[in-house]
């Protein structure tokens, strides 16, 4: 069996991914699976590739790069497209970190804590479990649907798949709009929806400006009344009681 030809390696000083038609052979590279070095394969013949070392055991895929070779550029990047329209900033990335039972494939976070969970899709959609999961811990996740005709194209075409194509994106939580922005992360108990929180301090602070209102309004009339009242009273006793 003809070994698979890769065309992506890390850069082993800048730690970026590398397509095989950027690769100079004065530098080290990489495999983005098993970590080992990679030798640019440039010849007239066959297509241009890396290859692994003779020895080399790993059995990575086309497949398996797509999906890592994803992973890579979000987490060096700080901006994502979710949904169409809807971007996120995010200054913290974790990798197949544990949440509870699930290994998402990318939990992203913003400055306020609010985190999203990537899902990157190559050969099968997120499985129905992992799914069910993630909505019942109300969790905000999208999955990215990698087409498999991306395998071994530029950085910028598969960069612009990952981080800005609203088409190939499916939310998974929430599913439907209106889109949450404002929901709060807790390793513990999920997502908390600020937006009720918010509702609750706008309701509150409604009622407060009504009742001051209220209460201003009643002192001014109060006020009003009792000045045109004492004015009069103060004529009446005059009449009666002064000469
Ligand atoms: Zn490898």
């Known amino acids: 069996m003809e070994r698979i030809k890769i065309a992506y390696a890390i850069d082993k000083e800048t730690g970026q991914p590398v397509h095989i038609s950027k690769a100079d052979k004065s530098k080290k590279y990489l495999c983005i699976e098993c970590k080992e070095e990679l030798r640019p394969a440039q010849g007239k013949e066959r297509a241009h590739h890396f290859k692994h070392k003779k020895n080399s ?8 790069e797509l999906h890592k070779l994803a992973k890579i550029i979000i987490e060096q990047n700080n ?3 979710l949904y169409e329209k809807v971007k996120f900033n995010y ?4 990798i197949e970190k544990q949440i509870r039972d699930i290994r998402p494939d990318v939990i992203i976070e913003n400055n306020e804590g609010e985190k999203w969970i990537i899902e990157i899709c190559v050969t099968h959609a997120i499985d129905e479990e992992k799914k069910k999961k993630i909505q019942e811990m109300q969790l905000n996740c999208i999955e990215i649907a990698l087409d498999k005709d991306l395998y071994g194209k530029a950085l910028n075409v598969i960069k612009n798949e990952v981080l800005q194509n609203p088409n190939n994106r499916t939310k998974i939580y929430p599913e439907d709009s209106p889109f949450p922005h404002n929901v709060e992360f807790n390793t513990k108990t999920g997502f908390n929806h600020k937006e009720k929180k918010s509702l609750f301090n706008f309701k509150t602070k409604y009622i407060i400006c009504t009742l001051a209102a209220i209460g ?3 002192f001014l009339h109060d006020l009003f ?4 009242w004492r004015k009069k009273w103060k004529k ?7 000469k």
């Open 57 to 64: 055991q790993c059995n990575t895929s086309p497949e398996t």
């Open 79 to 81: 901006e994502i497209l």
């Open 91 to 94: 200054n913290k990335c974790d």
């Open 216 to 218: 201003i309004g009643f």
């Open 225 to 228: 009344v009792r000045k045109q």
């Open 236 to 242: 009446n006793f005059k009449k009666r009681y002064i």
